[in-house]
């Protein structure tokens, strides 16, 4: 791929395009006195129009440079439809070898301002990094390091950050590379970390560096969960290393280490619907939850341990009890930790109760106000199955994967509108510059899903093309059924069911002439039933928690044998409970360092700044009946 190609320049388009820039971008004050440009990859105080504007006044000394300011604006303002004539006209221009690298480097900008990951990679490797200036070179290197934060390529993002920390003078943007570094490296494994402090023992001052941040990650890695053992290791390693940049400008997931002391409840509140409409979904929870105490109870056995280590739990019946009762039974018992309740109502109506006990309930709140309400009151968790933010990772990979248009199929009902909408906006919010908004389609009878779908991709215009073609020319004719060109991918809510209906229908539904549409779905659609239905649903991608996506079947029969439950649905309510009570030791570091992921049965799992807790769930892919793992995309911050 050549960027500097020749084309063919509209100069009417491009005067068109720049004058519309101008006329939708805020109005600035101009300083007509100060011709001078800022220097390309600064923090630009102003906003594109204000630097056409100063662009049309430039002479020929300043113009290129004003030009580049200007299409840099443009990217970072996320105008990458008017930025792309300017990249035009700039390729035709005679350039210097640094003007090209600059040149190139804003290009690879726009497909990262596009989530075109790989294209951004692919125009990053022509850029000779020696002929870039100073601040193009830094810049250069952020660009490469959130691009394989992105890939999760952890090793290859450290070594970008180990390159472009000496160039840095500006304490936050080393701090925040600090932050990064650390990050990155204790998400590598440990043999991995011991291989790499092995390899810079007894070298270079540069490698005696790098040894001690493998040395610091290594231990952060290793106790990260026990607030007190980490303070007393980070204290150990800054008098090791008194001169090393980490050990004066710390990575903020090691500051205020002595105020992170975690939950340890001597007696824990459990409520739950128990009896009633949602026993179900509460014994389900409750099995769960118990399967991680005893778990706990095990290990301290095996570890010698006392039982007075472990706390005792109360379960409370939130379908017998008010929960007005139930707040004054938990102060009697004295109560210090609280798991639940399931439903929004009981949780409305009992957090504002408890303020003083911290609690993590088992349902997102309604409202914004809610959500505000729950972050004001640091000791309130919420710990929802969330269709919706299932949604938005699937956009997230979806785009990961480089398709630009899909559609989303989906249930009609309160349940497809709110999830598909989810989607929609995520896509939205990862596609800023793209004016289009995705298409949703609801389908209802499963008996009419053959004709939905024709309808969807547009299969039934053409058979009535055909239809009229062979009227009017009274003829045989040899045809083929046309569908629509302009979808890459189709995100499908559905059950299982609805799955294996829809399928087949899309298959034959696309033209012969085209390529298959790749087909992604949510969670509903997975089943324990491992069965020749598997191979129906080939090139299939879906999500779930790595618990039902694993390939050791051994447990997870144990489980449905037990409970005689046969549901991924309770499946799914039992990991939540087992998570649950795993979370309580880890809730402070994960509310303090939104960085820091623990591994739940459930999912990968985070708190975010509304102290919401988040699963970040697996792909898998169906080949011929056989199940794949999927990489999944990591948002690059």
């Known amino acids: 791929m050549n960027f500097f190609t020749f084309k063919k320049l509209n100069y009417r388009l491009l005067g068109v395009v720049l004058c519309l820039c101008i006329l939708s971008a805020c109005s600035t004050s101009l300083s007509m006195q100060d011709n001078s440009p800022p220097a390309v990859f600064s923090d630009l105080p102003e906003n594109a129009s204000y630097y056409l504007e100063k662009n049309k006044i430039a002479n020929n000394t ?56 790989n294209e951004a990679q692919i125009t990053l490797d022509y850029i000779n990094k020696t002929t870039l200036p100073d601040l193009g070179l830094i810049h250069f290197y952020q660009l490469q390091i959130n691009l394989y934060i992105t890939a999760e390529a952890h090793l290859d993002a450290t070594k970008n ?18 932050d990064h570094l650390l990050n990155q490296l204790s998400l590598l494994t440990s043999e991995h970390l011991n291989q790499l402090i092995r390899q810079s023992s007894n070298l270079t001052d540069i490698d005696k560096n790098k040894k001690a941040w493998y040395d610091l990650a290594l231990l952060y890695q290793s106790y990260k969960l026990q607030p007190n053992e980490l303070l007393r290791k980070v204290d150990s390693w800054k008098t090791k290393n008194p001169m090393h940049p980490a050990a004066t400008l710390l990575p903020s997931q090691l500051l205020n280490i002595d105020t992170l002391s975690p939950y340890r409840p001597r007696k824990i509140a459990v409520i739950l619907p128990l009896s009633g409409r949602f026993k179900r979904q509460g014994s389900a929870i409750q099995a769960g939850l118990l399967d991680a105490f005893y778990q706990q109870l095990q290990q301290q056995k095996d570890n010698l341990l006392q039982d007075k280590t472990s706390p005792k739990i109360f379960f409370y019946d939130s379908q017998s009890q008010n929960m007005q009762d139930i707040e004054k039974q938990l102060r009697l018992d004295k109560v210090d930790f609280v798991i639940g309740p399931l439903l929004k109502a009981n949780i409305q109506t009992l957090l504002p109760l408890i303020e003083d006990i911290p609690t993590l309930a088992f349902n997102a709140l309604q409202s914004k106000n809610d959500t505000t309400s729950l972050d004001e009151v640091q000791l309130h968790y919420a710990f929802p199955l969330s269709p919706e933010e299932e949604a938005k990772q699937a956009a997230e990979l979806i785009t ?80 083929e059924i046309r569908s629509r060109r302009d979808i890459d991918a189709i995100y499908i809510i559905s059950k299982r069911d609805e799955l294996i209906l829809l399928k087949p229908f899309i298959d034959v539904s696309v033209s012969p002439f085209d390529k298959s549409i790749p087909l992604y779905a949510n969670s509903r659609s997975n089943s324990f039933d491992r069965s020749k239905q598997n191979k129906e649903l080939s090139k299939l991608t879906f999500s779930d928690s790595p618990f039902l996506l694993t390939q050791d079947k051994e447990r997870l029969s144990a489980i449905q044998k037990a409970w005689k439950y046969s549901s991924f649905n309770t499946l799914r309510l039992f990991a939540l ?61």
């Not at 004003?66 to 840099?72: D, E, G, I, R, Y």
């Open 62 to 117: 300043t113009r290129l440079q004003w030009q580049f300011v200007t299409l840099q604006a443009l990217i970072k303002e996320q105008k990458l439809m008017l930025a792309q004539p300017i990249i035009d006209y700039l390729q035709q221009a005679v350039l210097s070898p640094q003007e090209k690298a600059i040149l190139t480097l804003l290009i690879a900008d726009k497909f990262y301002a596009d989530n075109d990951f």
């Open 161 to 178: 950050i180990f390159s472009l920390l000496p160039l840095l003078s500006e304490t936050t943007i080393k701090q925040e590379q600090h």
């Open 400 to 479: 990961y994967q480089q398709h630009k248009n899909p559609l989303v199929l989906a249930p009609k009902g309160s349940y497809g509108k709110r999830v598909s909408l989810a989607f929609s906006r995520k896509w939205k919010a990862l596609h800023p510059a793209d004016k289009k908004t995705v298409e949703r389609y609801y389908f209802t009878d499963k008996h009419q899903l053959g004709t939905f779908v024709e309808k969807v991709l547009q299969s039934d215009a053409s058979k009535r093309r055909i239809a009229q073609m062979k009227i009017i020319t009274q003829l045989t004719l040899e045809t």
């Open 577 to 637: 409970g087992f998570d649950s009570y795993q979370l309580i030791g880890q809730l402070v570091l994960l509310q303090h360092d939104p960085k820091t992921t623990y591994d739940g049965i459930i999912g990968t799992l985070s708190v975010n700044e509304n102290n919401l807790i988040q699963a970040k769930l697996s792909w898998a892919r169906f080949e011929n009946g056989v199940m794949f793992d999927v990489p999944s995309p990591t948002q690059a911050k």
